[in-house]
Structure formats: structure tokens, C-alpha cells
């Protein structure tokens, strides 16, 4: 795994936010855009936010090591390694469709868009688990706060990066782990206590002020 490499390069992005207030300044000029379902509180909007996207960038090493555990506990280390290398990948070596967009790799900024990547890769890659086992490969909801950075984004450059995201959950589904060792998996998922997982992983807008609103109840 490349996790050491994952933080060093959130520490540079951070030394650089530091020197520059880039990503600062981009929420700044996001706020007036996002979508009104996104609940910021009144008085910091901007040093929430940026509390928010920090958060959520240094959870992706913090993933990355919960999904190998996870996986090498299962047995299912071989299926489950080529997510974990492209999640990496994702987050150090981007794909073409993001070079366009970033102007310096060793911002916030562009790591947050990477960030992204990743945790939505985790994501589907749960959903599907969840779909065809019945129970997610990692306890942890990040739907929520993929939402919001979604938003903070754009829409258009986020569904590019969801396709991206989605050509790579299909190249990887063709490796399939062995199908006992996925049965007892799945088996002492149900048994787990799924709630006391959940705490461990909660979801980053549980904890840092920020809410999405859907269908008129905050989530």
C-alpha cells in the first residue's frame, strides 16, 4: 500500500494551504453556488467548509487501511487489493480527465478533487458488495459528505469524475473473490455488530457542522 505516500502528500497540500489560502479562498467562491440543501453554519461558513474538505481528504488513508484490514481478516485479500491500488492511485496519480483541471498538484484543492475519487471508489464498491452479498465490505456511510464535495466540485467535473469512477468499479468486479471465503465473510458481517462499527466510521457530517438537507429533513 502506498498509505505513507498518501499522507506525505497531505501534508505538503497542507503546508502549501498555509502559504497560499487557496483552498480559502476557492470555498470563498463556492459558498454563493453550493446547492441550498447544503446547511453551513451562519457565523464561519468558509473556515467550516475548509475544517470539512481537510477532514475528508485525511480520511482516505485512514479508509485505505480499514479496507485492507478488513479485507486480509476476510480472507479476501487478493479480490480486494486491486480496489486499494487504484484508490492510491487515484489519489496520487489521478486520471487524464483531471489534468485539465489542476493547475497545482500539491494543493488542497487538488486533493480534495482526488479525495473524491477515492472515497466514491470505496463507496461503490460497498454498494456493491451490499447489492449482490447483502452486507458492505466497510461499515461506514460516506454518502453524505461525497455529496457535499460533489457540490463544492460542480456538477460537471464531478460526473466526469464519477464516470471515471465507475469505468473502474466494472474493470474491477472481473476479479471475483473465492466464493466460500466471500460466504463467510458475508456471514460474520451479519453477526458483527454493525451500529458499534458505524461509530468508529461515522459519517464527517455527523461531527463537523455541516448538514444536508433532502426532502425537507436534515440527513
Not at 502506498?2 to 489560502?21: F, G, K
Not at 483531471?98 to 479525495?115: F, K, P
Not at 471465503?181 to 455541516?210: H, Y
Request: include cysteine; charge should be negative; glycine fraction near 4%.
Amino acid at each position: 500500500m502506498n498509505v505513507d505516500r498518501l499522507r506525505q502528500a497531505i501534508a505538503a497540500a497542507r503546508e502549501h494551504e498555509a502559504e497560499t489560502d487557496q483552498l480559502s479562498q476557492f470555498l470563498q467562491g463556492r459558498i454563493g453556488e453550493l446547492h441550498r440543501s447544503i446547511q453551513l453554519p451562519v457565523d464561519n461558513s468558509v473556515p467550516a467548509l475548509l475544517n470539512f474538505v481537510i477532514r475528508y481528504i485525511e480520511h482516505v488513508p485512514e479508509f485505505v487501511e480499514a479496507v485492507s484490514d478488513i479485507s486480509k481478516q476476510a480472507g479476501i485479500e487478493p479480490s480486494i487489493e486491486p480496489v486499494i491500488q487504484v484508490a492510491c492511485e487515484f489519489f496520487l496519480s489521478p486520471p487524464g480527465v483531471m489534468e485539465q483541471w489542476l493547475e497545482e498538484q500539491n494543493s488542497l484543492v487538488a486533493l480534495m478533487d482526488e479525495a473524491y475519487l477515492a472515497h466514491r471508489l470505496i463507496e461503490e464498491v460497498n454498494d456493491r458488495y451490499m447489492t449482490h452479498l447483502g452486507a458492505p465490505l466497510v461499515p461506514m456511510d460516506m454518502t453524505r459528505s461525497n455529496l457535499i464535495v460533489h457540490h463544492l466540485i460542480g456538477e460537471d467535473f464531478a460526473n466526469q469524475l464519477d464516470r471515471a469512477v465507475e469505468v473502474a468499479v466494472n474493470q474491477l468486479q472481473q476479479r471475483q473473490a473465492d466464493s466460500s471465503k466471500l460466504t463467510s465473510f458475508v456471514d460474520r458481517c451479519r453477526q458483527r455488530d454493525i451500529d458499534r462499527e458505524l461509530i468508529r466510521w461515522p459519517c464527517l457530517t455527523d461531527s463537523l457542522s455541516i448538514n444536508l438537507m433532502l426532502d425537507g429533513r436534515v440527513h
